[in-house]
């Protein structure tokens, strides 16, 4: 309860200070050109509001349903649906009544701040805590790589150099990242034989991955133990203890956590067989994986020292640019994510609010806390940015069209299209959290 306690906490107070700075980004440039803005709201207050004080001519609240938050600006249709305002004479004061480039800013300006913050944080986080970066021989045991790399020329140990001419020691991602998201030409490595080889990296190589389940590819090696083993799945049935140590696959000899996943997942036939070192004595086990090919344990890795990590400090100079450098990076990784989501076996994935906080740490921990609300916060930008109505994205829409056509959308298509937007949205979110009911259902029966 306190793990969970500590997470939602986190993804409150994230999403809160989200939620407020974009609305702020909405509020700042409407008050600028004249514009009534009416609310001022943290999440929805349907029916009722847990706070609400009127300064000036508008209210500031705080609602029940946090699920976001609005600011209510005069004369334009959005989540209020205020039809009574929009059948009234237009106010010189009201959204509807400034040019069309001022209510692009307005439109904007949510997400111009959910960036600008993204790259402060960034700038901020470089400067306080620096990055880790991991050395070609800091990866004491090597990499555990997939058959999808495997048929490329990477082995099984192989070590990082560079990554397109980029030594290790430059690198601050993981590789997965530059395999998944990154247009990258080549990768050079040294093989547990010493030679070295530059590996041609095909450009849909995060489309293979993907689409083989290979994810996430290619990790540090590390020796292993069970530590857990779960009741009623194939493991605990066939006998399987805790601190037992799996040395063998289906006669293929397993030293390293990496090792016992590949030949899992590539074993051709439906039962496998698991040789077992217990205290020093040999057993062998024959089990039946689940049709995900999982058996229900749970492993820890027995060597702390199987990857070392280097701090890199910045001068401010240095966490300015590097923040840039960062926020670019994370936005063009996170608009490349979209070639995966937009998939059937993509879209089984997509998480809603308890995923979201499950990416929080089990203790709390500044440093991730700011890492994570950026990169939300370039993910609540990227969002609002899709040409949904009842998103900014969908309002900006429209008002391009009106630049471009000179003519402005009606009042009463804007209403329809308000609606369905919405209708959208609702079920965007109820099908991500509907994900992770599901998978908790789905953990809870096993």
């Given at each position: 309860m306190t793990v969970f306690i500590i997470k939602a906490a986190?993804?409150?107070?994230?999403?809160?200070?989200?939620?407020?700075?974009?609305e702020l980004g909405h509020f700042i440039p409407a008050k600028l050109f004249k514009t009534k803005v009416e609310k001022f709201y943290l999440f929805f207050d349907v029916k009722f509001s847990l706070f609400k004080k009127k300064i000036g001519e508008t209210v500031y609240g705080i609602g029940w349903l946090p699920l976001g938050g609005y600011v209510k600006i005069a004369g334009m249709i959005d989540e209020s649906m205020d039809k009574e305002q929009m059948a009234k004479p237009p106010q010189p004061w009201e959204?509807?009544?400034?040019?069309s480039w001022q209510r692009l800013i307005i439109m904007l300006g949510g997400v111009?701040?959910?960036?600008?913050?993204?790259?402060?944080?960034?700038?901020?986080?470089?400067?306080?805590?620096?990055?880790?970066?991991?050395?070609?021989?800091?990866?004491?045991?090597?990499?555990?790589?997939?058959?999808t790399l495997e048929n490329y020329g990477f082995q099984q140990g192989d070590k990082i150099i560079s990554i397109d001419g980029q030594p290790a020691e430059e690198l601050t991602e993981g590789i997965v990242k530059y395999l998944m998201f990154r247009d990258i030409d080549?990768?050079?490595?040294?093989?547990?034989?010493?030679?070295?080889?530059?590996?041609?990296?095909?450009?849909?190589?995060?489309?293979?991955l993907f689409e083989a389940g290979d994810l996430p590819g290619i990790e540090p090696r590390s020796p292993f133990q069970i530590e857990v083993v779960t009741e009623g799945l194939p493991a605990a049935i066939a006998g399987l203890q805790a601190n037992d140590k799996i040395i063998g696959v289906n006669g293929n000899p397993v030293a390293y956590s990496t090792d016992f996943t590949y030949h899992l997942k590539n074993s051709v036939s439906e039962d496998i067989l698991l040789e077992i070192d217990r205290n020093g004595e040999k057993k062998e086990f024959t089990i039946t994986p689940t049709e995900d090919r999982k058996i229900g344990i749970e492993y820890s890795k027995t060597d702390p020292e199987f990857i070392k990590y280097t701090n890199r400090e910045y001068t401010l100079a240095e966490s300015i640019s590097g923040g840039f450098s960062k926020g670019y990076w994370e936005i063009k990784d996170y608009l490349a994510q979209f070639q995966y989501i937009f998939t059937k076996k993509g879209a089984s994935q997509i998480g809603g609010f308890a995923a979201i906080g499950q990416m929080f740490p089990?203790?709390?921990?500044?440093?991730?806390?700011?890492?994570?609300?950026?990169?939300l916060s370039i993910m609540l930008g990227v969002l609002n940015l899709l040409p949904i109505p009842a998103l900014d994205g969908g309002h900006v829409m429209f008002l391009l069209y009106e630049m471009i056509s000179g003519r402005k959308p009606g009042d009463k298509f804007m209403e329809y299209a308000q609606l369905v937007g919405f209708v959208i949205l609702i079920g965007l979110v109820l099908y991500a959290n509907g994900n992770d009911a599901f998978k908790a259902i789905q953990e809870w029966l096993n």
């Open positions: 986190q993804l409150f107070l994230s999403l809160s200070i989200l939620v407020v700075l974009h959204f509807r009544s400034k040019p111009f701040m959910n960036f600008v913050l993204a790259f402060f944080l960034y700038m901020i986080i470089l400067f306080t805590w620096g990055t880790n970066y991991v050395a070609k021989d800091d990866v004491k045991y090597g990499y555990g790589v997939s058959k080549n990768i050079k490595v040294e093989h547990e034989n010493g030679s070295i080889e530059e590996i041609k990296i095909p450009e849909d190589i995060g489309k293979q089990s203790e709390w921990n500044w440093q991730a806390f700011w890492y994570l609300t950026a990169f």
